[in-house]
């Protein structure tokens, strides 16, 4: 298939209109949508709706761990939102707020609005406790994205002066300090807190369930079909960044013993999602990299080497490094897709750009925040990512159907070609079962002249040899008893054209007649007949091969009377579990076995035929004026068990 048909196939060209033909137009839609997503934190953070109350003074001032009351001397005023480690660098403490605002009037109550305080950390109004984290000490209650919403009311809130202190306890490595404070009516507070806590817990939650159902759906599917590799990388980047994800919701570093080890992980996972998103991209363009794949992979594992030996010292560099390290590595397989998206991928490819545009401005702000860039303490990427992991997952979805389609189009083509095959089949099934009804037919007649000729045909020429020698000399006795000969022959051919059955008489029952007249037409002729029989009456064949023997031996009986010029002959034929035995000897002058193979007659090839019918082996032997044919048939299990 061309490059057209293929575009084609899958959705076609963009018109000559609509195709973006510049990387610039994405760039400038990035910076658009990244302005307006730090335009939105700005309005929602620091600005405090008119009808809150004005601080008259906030401060900060260091303390150690354990302390349980603010210090007396060290307050240095401060504007929030407030990152201590620009303050005081490599400070890992407590740092207290006091924050002090005039309350004209206590009949209406107040409240108290917290949009985050990083790490962990308790409220007190007026010397009393309001809200305090279970851990204030390592390991940290991680609360840095937990808004907080407090009515103020008496004998808490009082007339003139109030002050509320704020405690936080926080890493340097780790922006601490306290977001915005707000204090004002209890309603416009709520509402505030309401929209803080739905984007920064239930949008995040839900978010969270979405990544893991998809990447548990498509990592069960990647089991099932392992040779789609693109469903297995993003599996990958789902469980990765559910991980990283979860983040925005743990509220304590289990089941790591510190912030450090958690921050750790946090970064690694986040690593191996840049890296499984660079896999999935080159897989879903359907590319293969080995060079690129190898060394990103290496990147990946020194990374992880690297944050698991650095201290806690350096962690804050090891870790924004490592950060920009694989943003720098998202950006590029961002803006490379995007731009094999529109300028040679597919109508799929094209869609998945847009969702992935998207997460691009929101990992670009969150990148500005963390680096301290902007001051903002939202992150957007584990919002957006529902987006993005929903269009992959749809995008996914479309190839899947769109192969279970090829493959019901061909399945349908199929079905036409099997039916066309089995008409063919029929057809010459057909053909064919006509044929073995000529062939049965002619089998029927050949085997019915092979009867005549090794049945009437014997007793015929002992009869005609019988006439000839006394023609005058005949009783008219001898004549009825060859026409009973020969109606006994009528009727054993007759028998076996119309009963097939086995069982209802034994080899000796059937034998006998037949013994009797060839023992006679020999006895009249001069040759001296000798019978050894043994085991027939528990010998029961089919009418066939009872006719086959007997048309055998009859067959050989009349060779030694019309050619041998014996004096003797000798038939020894018996039965046990294993085989049927016949043997015929006699003393006549014999004959050339060569020239029987080459010139063999009627006779000869009836008894060869007969014999292969019945499974067995002939041979025919002579040598010194002696004759003898051999014939062993195997006994088969059902005739063992007649």
């Known amino acids: 298939m061309s490059r057209q048909e293929h575009l084609q196939e899958t959705g076609g060209q963009l018109s000559h209109a609509g195709r973006i033909r510049s990387p610039y137009a994405w760039l400038v839609a990035l910076i658009c949508t990244l302005v307006a997503l730090h335009a939105g934190a700005a309005t929602a953070g620091p600005t405090a709706p008119p009808d809150t109350l004005t601080h008259l003074r906030i401060e900060a001032a260091r303390s150690d761990w354990q302390a349980d009351s603010p210090p007396s001397t060290g307050w240095v005023p401060v504007t929030l939102p407030d990152d201590w480690s620009s303050r005081w660098p490599e400070f890992d403490g407590v740092v207290w707020y006091r924050l002090s605002w005039q309350q004209a009037d206590v009949a209406h109550p107040a409240a108290l609005m917290l949009n985050y305080l990083n790490m962990a950390g308790a409220t007190y109004l007026n010397g009393s406790l309001l809200t305090r984290d279970r851990h204030l000490v390592e390991p940290l209650t991680r609360a840095w994205n937990v808004p907080r919403y407090q009515v103020l009311s008496p004998p808490l809130l009082r007339e003139g002066t109030n002050t509320l202190l704020i405690r936080v306890s926080g890493l340097s490595q780790y922006q601490p300090g306290l977001g915005n404070v707000s204090i004002g009516d209890p309603a416009v507070l709520e509402r505030r807190y309401e929209t803080e806590y739905w984007l920064r817990h239930d949008l995040q939650l839900s978010s969270l369930a979405v990544t893991a159902t998809l990447g548990c759906f498509f990592f069960a599917l990647w089991l099932m079909r392992r040779q789609e590799a693109v469903y297995g990388w993003f599996s990958l980047m789902s469980i990765a960044w559910w991980w990283v994800a979860l983040n925005q919701l743990a509220t304590s570093p289990w089941p790591f013993a510190s912030t450090d080890a958690w921050e750790s992980a946090n970064s690694i996972a986040l690593m191996i999602y840049s890296a499984a998103f660079t896999m999935f991209s080159i897989r879903f363009c359907e590319?293969?990299?080995?060079?690129?794949?190898?060394?990103?992979?290496?990147?990946?594992?020194?990374g992880t080497a690297v944050m698991l030996v650095t201290p806690h010292s350096n962690a804050g560099t090891t870790r924004a490094i490592v950060t920009i390290a694989q943003a720098c590595n998202f950006f590029a397989t961002c803006f490379v897709f995007l731009y094999v998206a529109w300028r040679h991928g597919r109508t799929d490819h094209r869609i998945l750009s847009i969702c992935i545009a998207i997460f691009l401005a929101a990992g670009m702000h969150d990148l500005l925040t963390f680096l301290g860039i902007l001051h903002d303490n939202r992150y957007y990427s584990a919002l957006t990512s529902q987006l993005q992991m929903i269009g992959m997952a749809l995008v996914l979805a479309w190839n899947f159907v769109a192969n279970l389609r090829r493959i019901e189009r061909f399945n349908e083509e199929l079905n036409i070609t099997v039916e066309a095959a089995r008409a063919e089949l029929a057809n010459t099934l057909h053909r064919e079962h006509e044929l073995e009804v000529v062939n049965v037919r002619l089998n029927e007649r050949l085997n019915l002249a092979h009867d005549l000729h090794d049945g009437l045909g014997g007793t015929l020429v002992s009869s005609i040899a019988t006439l000839e020698h006394a023609p005058h000399g005949i009783?008219?006795?001898?004549?009825?008893?060859?026409?009973?000969?020969?109606?006994?022959?009528?009727?054993?051919?007759?028998?076996?054209?119309?009963?097939?059955?086995?069982?209802?008489?034994?080899?000796?029952?059937?034998?006998?007649?037949?013994?009797?007249?060839?023992?006679?037409?020999?006895?009249?002729?001069g040759i001296a007949c000798r019978w050894s029989i043994s085991g027939l009456d528990q010998c029961y064949l089919p009418a066939s091969k009872s006719i086959d023997v007997m048309r055998i031996l009859q067959e050989a009986l009349t060779n030694v009377f019309r050619h041998s010029r014996a004096s003797q002959v000798e038939i020894d034929l018996h039965s046990d579990e294993q085989e049927l035995a016949l043997a015929v000897r006699d003393n006549g002058i014999g004959f050339d076995p060569a020239a029987l193979e080459q010139h063999a007659g009627t006779g000869m090839r009836s008894m060869q035929a007969r014999a292969a019918r019945l499974g067995g082996t002939l041979h025919i032997r002579s040598a010194g004026g002696v004759t003898v044919l051999d014939m062993q048939v195997a006994r088969t299990e059902t005739e063992r068990l007649q």
């Open 475 to 525: 009783p008219s006795g001898r004549f009825l008893s060859i026409l009973k000969e020969l109606r006994d022959d009528l009727r054993i051919i007759i028998d076996t054209a119309s009963n097939q059955r086995p069982g209802e008489a034994s080899l000796a029952d059937q034998i006998g007649p037949l013994r009797h007249r060839l023992t006679n037409l020999l006895e009249s002729h």
């Open 287 to 302: 590319r293969r990299l080995p060079r690129i794949e190898t060394a990103l992979w290496l990147l990946v594992a020194a």
